[in-house]
């Protein structure tokens, strides 16, 4: 299975989303930053290496310099966002949390302003020129040309502005201010996806947790009051331009994935376990495409090797279907035996073609 090429991925991806019969279902193996500095470097080469399907176009000498990149998450580093939210981690490479909401204090809101999109994506800066041009190259090389908006661009942002206490009581009092913030935050995530969708972009992402390990962080009632319709919103100009919309929660989502998908999304990024197979595929399966996001917690970081082999045929079989509508994705993060590493890298490339 080493030698399985992923050939015409673009054309592949589209046949996955739209239910058209692909040749494979696609798999995305992503190696964190921190996984870098966790686990001997010259391990995750060889892995990239022995792996081509899950890794196309790298080889071992480029290894770590194609996948490493600047990156604001640094011990001893708080980094300081565009809304004003002070980020610190503990493990270079990991998100972190926000030590200072900007707008604990709602005397502080007149004076409190948005970034500005022609620079700031609001993680950091943006080059709208380098993204037009990196569009374009995607385009000429046969790739899908994507854009999106930040991680937690709407419900954590404001988390992280106002705190998440703070947030969950200005609903529960219906307070004024709130609606004049979310529309601040809506104003500048549209102004940030109509720029990616004038470069081209053909395929626009949405990343948002919304779930904890049991339930949502936030109610269904005042998801669709305050939250719902600002989705709306933003996903509205890329359907218009005809961009497959993708979708990302981490958690249990249940009791919001209704109103998730009356947004219209094409492409649903979830996690199995949380949320359960068998849910998902009931709920899912064959209706929209499912981008699963395999297990962190439970299976891979400690079973055994043929756990792992067994849950990623499980979840193949079960929400699968030569017809496509599947797509997986595995994030890896310090924490995993190396032998789990290898063993999962292993079970997606033989599964990816279950269904040939």
Known sequence: MSQLRQTDRRRNILRTVHFQRPDYIPMIFHINESAWNHYPPAVLEDLIESHPFLFPGRDKPSARTELDYVIPERVGKPFTDGWGCVWQTTMDGIVGTVTHHPLADWRDFDVYRAPDPEVDSG????????????????????QLASGGLRHGHTFQTLVDIRGYENLLFDMADGEPRLNRLIEMVSDFNLAIVRRYIA????????????GMQNGPMISPAYFRRYIKPVYARLIEPAQEAGCIVHMHSDGHIHDLIEDILDAGVHVMNLQDLVNGIDWIRDKLAGRICIDLDIDRQHITPRASVQQIDSLIRE??????????????IYGLYPGVRLENIKALADAMERYATYYS
């Open 123 to 142: 993680k950091g800066p943006i080059d709208w020129r380098a993204v037009a041009s990196g569009i374009e190259a995607a385009k000429l090389a046969r």
């Open 199 to 210: 470069a081209g972009a053909e395929w626009m992402s949405y990343p948002e947790d919304l």
């Open 315 to 328: 979840e193949v079989e079960k929400l699968g279907s030569p017809k496509g509508g599947l797509m997986m």
